[in-house]
């Protein structure tokens, strides 16, 4: 929504930024006290708890990083250079952590929550280093503005990305330590490919707000550079789960692989609608796109719910990929305006 706004108005970027940060912190404030005391009532065990509350106040920070900032700039390739960086760091100090066994899920979140709030303080101070002049300033009818598209857009992200962000949560209280975690692997190689997709995303996202994004030619290229990515994606995760599973996990993770697999088809599937998605925004349709995330929840707890012969976290991998497919019906006619050209 903020890349809309900076390019359809960009007279307005200093009020846009400034509203972009102070309804971003919001959120991830909220998002921490809800999760606070959420955590308080759920039967899992005190390290558990610590570490949800230590992954909220982290995400506080990962809320604050100016993701739409760059890509509103074109500098994608900075972002994903300050991103990478925070990674591969993180990743270095839990792999040290496990050669040394003191490796806790407290110790991990702690981790993750500073790689979070490291992310937004050099993605910030890069930023302001690029654009010296540049000041986020407060307008009241800016962020009114915004907000009534955010709190509608708001909704259906969250609904959108549920299944997949707590499906190793709902497997831990319905299915059992054991069962969480098989489908962490899963739902790991899951946000792998996801956030690959996204980079994706986020690289063609100004393009389609421009003058050439509702074109047929476009739309086409659109459609090619998503499938050819998608393919490529899903057959890369796929060898290197068998790979992670024969060579480097223990062998009690050979039963992830009929998960691993679940998950891939969601993930595949899942890319159509983001590209609707994608359109539904630029288009300043976000209550269609609300309520095909509601239709996605709901489709997704009914499956759920049913009474399927698949054991563990699998039932939630099959959940997940019926709520993936429901978001589909952004691509059937949503997503397209009024009197233009049909994709066929």
Known sequence: MVIRESLQNPQNKEYIAGSYFLLCAGVGVLAFLLTALTVCFLPIGNDEKLAYWLIAFGNLGACLFPLALFDAEQLQVEAAVIATICEVCTLSALAFCWWIEWITVPIAAVFFGAKWWACALIGLADFKRRHRS??????????????????????????NVAPAAIGVTLTRILFGPIQAGLFAVAAFVFRAHAMLIGLLT??????????????????????????????????????????GIRYVLPKEFVHARWMIALMLVAATVRVGGIIG????????????????????????????????????????????????????????????????????
């Not at 540049?134 to 609904?159: E, M, N, Q, Y």
């Not at 489709?299 to 939630?316: E, K, N």
């Open 277 to 344: 998605n994608m359109y539904l925004i630029a288009q300043q349709k976000e209550h269609q796109l609300t309520v095909i995330a509601i239709l996605s929840v709901v489709a997704f707890t009914v499956s759920l719910s049913l009474p399927i012969d698949i054991a563990g976290g699998s039932q939630v991998a099959f959940s997940t990929i019926v709520s993936a497919a429901i978001t589909l019906l952004s691509l059937v006619g949503l997503s397209a305006p009024p009197n233009s050209e049909s994709l066929e």
């Open 134 to 159: 540049f000041r986020p300033r407060i307008d009241h009818s800016t962020l009114l503005k915004l907000w009534r598209s955010a709190r509608v857009l708001s909704v259906g992200t969250i609904l």
């Open 202 to 243: 986020r690289t063609v996202y100004p393009h389609v707000i421009g003058r050439f994004g509702e074109t047929l030619s476009f739309k086409r290229r659109l459609f090619a550079a998503y499938f050819g990515v998608t393919l490529t994606l899903t057959i890369m995760a796929a060898v290197c789960s068998e790979l």
